[in-house]
């Protein structure tokens, strides 16, 4: 009987010492679970064009519970998908972090990089560990993440996941430290990762995987949420195709679409071009939480959850921003975030958890779209003028070799070629700026290395100055007119793209929701490097080492 009792009060030491434990680590206040979501080329007036077709529990919910910073805009150009992810979670700009675009190239090479591509490591998920779409990591970025500093002030006892069809919708929120971070592989229907976060996927998405759901999703066809006749912020349905892309054997896209039947033909590949795609990132985001018992750590820690909704940019590519197919697709995006938001409410508790919307980058209207209805904009495909400045430059130099690509809207130059004739590079960039700036539709061509002196707006050189990295950006930014951009895609003239430096690319949602957040908005603009050091400042953790921006005070008052 005694030592029962011995036992017992033994038993009660310890669990009070851990309780204490548990207090001492976390004395400093914060939330459960910081969950990001980013919605891939989102611009900032879908929030108040669709206002009406949405529901209360969405995006009414951002902006009716939480505080909207109404004027946040891209501080660099180009902007892409790659780019703008890091930059959101680090704080930082391509000259600091390191990601110059989704595909750049290493200039003293030549060599093209894929963002997060890394020959080091293996898939997990695939039948050929060796297949390069899981041959991923953060290795190109060059600095720490929010997510990462979360890991260093928790003394890596927070957990930290990052979801999204696109690896670098995934892996660049998640940071180095990530306890893991899972993308979609188009041709098998299956979520992996790599070798850099585990040896083999968890059970529970393991289980996900066998039970075909993209499958079972686009066997349901994708029909409107509302009559069609409802659908007032595209154009008429009888014009469905004019501006958007079809696929292949479906060259006219329709709507309803039988996916059921296209699927057979296509793939389950198809499922990013449709509303699916958000909701098979729901279905893992959702599966996280429960199984990784996030916002529940049983160390009382933050954990962080980085979502990425990567078909809106898939469908605003194919379709374009101003199709009724895209209407759709946010209508219903709108429930996947109530879906989610209702989950977080069960699992977590409301109040409990913190939540960030922006986006990546913003699009920008399909410019026959935009001729028609009598405003400006214009499609200035870049790839015809590489093979113009070439051959000018021949008539120059007696090389047509100089230029090697006009990627990310920078003139990339063969640095070979131009040692082996002997050329002056400074001569040379300015006979290319001059030259530039004589072709239709480039507002200016700015020496990089120059450009705090280029007699430019002060706006814009501020983004070129930023978005300037020496080892993987090109010598000469292309800066195009107002509502102009380049494109190459399976048919240039429709559909639609972003990169650009104006506000239809840069104009992006920010909003904050959920734990100590105030209900409120300001249209006192912001740039998207303030996010990542104000998740930090509300955390009470150090911001990540590359991060430029700073806290946004409005709701730390």
Known sequence: M????????????????????????????????????????????????????????????????????????????????????????????????????????????????????????????????????????????????????????????????????????????????????????????????????????????????????????????????????????????????????????????????????????????????????????TDIAKLAIDHENLGNNKTGDTDFLAISYSSPDKMAHHYSINSILTEDSYIKLDQELADLFSHL??????????????????????????????????LRRLTPYEKKINEYLKSKYGRDDLVRSFNNYQVNFNYTAIKQASINLEDLKQTCIDYLQTLEGVLYAVDMKKASIATVPQYIKEKIINGYNREYSGEIQIILDGGSYDFEYYDPTKGGTHGTWGPDDAHIPFILMGWKIPHGSTTEEVYMTDIAPTISALLKIQMPNGAIGKPVDYIMK
Not at 53 to 76: D, P, T
Not at 104 to 114: A, C, K, L, M, V
Not at 234 to 253: A, C, N
């Open 345 to 378: 409410d069960s699992k977590v508790g409301k109040g409990n958890y913190l939540v960030f919307l922006s986006a990546d980058h913003a699009g920008i209207p399909n410019a026959n779209f935009m001729n028609d209805n009598k405003m400006a904009g214009a």
């Open 2 to 281: 005694k030592i029962k009792k011995i036992s017992l009060t033994l038993l009660t030491l310890m669990t009070l010492y851990g309780s204490l434990e548990a207090q001492n680590r976390t004395q400093v206040e914060r939330p459960k679970l910081v969950v990001g979501i980013i919605v891939d080329q989102m611009r900032w007036d879908y929030l108040y064009r669709l206002y009406d077709r949405y529901g209360n529990a969405g995006f009414k919910r951002l902006l009716n519970e939480g505080f909207s910073f109404e004027n946040c805009m891209v501080n660099y150009v180009p902007s892409f998908t790659a780019i703008g992810h890091s930059t959101v979670y680090t704080g930082s700009v391509p000259s600091i972090h390191g990601i110059a675009g989704n595909d750049y190239i290493e200039q003293n090479t030549g060599r093209s990089i894929y963002c997060t591509e890394d020959s080091k490591v293996k898939g997990v998920g695939l039948d050929d560990p060796e297949n390069k779409v899981g041959k991923m990591s953060p290795y190109n970025l060059k600095v720490s993440t929010v997510t990462d500093q979360l890991k260093y002030a928790t003394n890596s006892r927070s957990k930290v996941i990052g979801i999204s069809l696109k690896d670098r919708g995934s892996i660049l929120p998640a940071g180095h430290a990530a306890d893991a971070a899972y993308w979609f592989d188009a041709k098998s229907g299956r979520w992996i990762t790599s070798t850099y976060y585990m040896k083999e996927l968890p059970k529970w998405l393991k289980e996900y995987n066998s039970k075909n759901m993209p499958e079972k999703y686009l066997s349901k066809d994708w029909n409107p949420t509302y009559p069609i006749s409802t659908y007032i912020q595209s154009p008429d349905i009888k014009m469905l195709g004019k501006y958007e892309v079809g696929f292949k054997g479906y060259e006219t896209p329709s709507f309803p679409m039988k996916t059921s039947q296209m699927m057979k033909t296509l793939g389950v590949s198809l499922i990013q071009y449709t509303p699916y795609g958000n909701t098979t990132t």
